[in-house]
C-alpha cells in the first residue's frame, strides 16, 4: 500500500550527498520496524538498512560507513542520510514500515512510499 510520503531525492555527483525522508499522517511509525530499498534499473529490489521499533540499525555490506538509518518518533519522521555516494547507489529508494529481519523481505512490509529517484553521475 502507498501510505508513506518520500522526499530527498535527486542528482548528485559521485562523492556528493543526500538526505531521503520519510513520514506519514495516517498512522504512528513508532510502532513499526522501517526500512529503506532501492531498486537499480534491470536489478532486483534489495534491503539497504532498517531501523527497528526500538531504534537498532541494520546495514547492506556495500552502504556500511557511508549511509546512516535514523527516526524520529516524536516528528512520525524517518531518514537516510547517504554520503559519498557512488554511481552504483542509482536507483529509486523506498521508504516502508513493517517487519524487518535481515536481510529484509519486502513482503513484510505493510506501507510503502512511492518511491524517490536517486540518480549519482558526473
Known amino acids: 500500500q502507498l501510505e508513506l510520503v518520500e522526499s530527498g531525492g535527486g542528482l548528485v555527483q559521485p562523492g556528493g550527498s543526500l538526505r531521503l525522508s520519510c513520514t506519514t499522517s495516517?498512522?504512528?511509525?513508532?510502532?513499526?520496524?522501517i526500512g529503506w530499498f532501492r531498486q537499480a534499473p534491470g536489478k532486483e529490489r534489495e534491503g539497504v538498512s532498517c531501523?527497528?521499533?526500538?531504534?537498532?540499525?541494520r546495514y547492506t555490506d556495500s552502504v556500511k560507513g557511508r549511509f546512516t538509518i535514523s527516526r524520529d518518533n516524536a516528528k512520525n519522521t524517518a531518514a537516510l542520510q547517504m554520503n559519498n555516494l557512488k554511481p552504483e547507489d542509482t536507483g529509486i529508494y523506498y521508504c516502508a514500515a513493517g517487519v524487518c529481519r535481515w536481510p529484509p523481505v519486502p513482503g513484510e512490509f505493510g506501507a510503502w512510499g512511492q518511491g524517490t529517484q536517486v540518480t549519482v553521475s558526473s
Open positions: 495516517r498512522f504512528r511509525l513508532m510502532n513499526y520496524d
Open positions: 531501523v527497528s521499533s526500538s531504534g537498532s540499525t
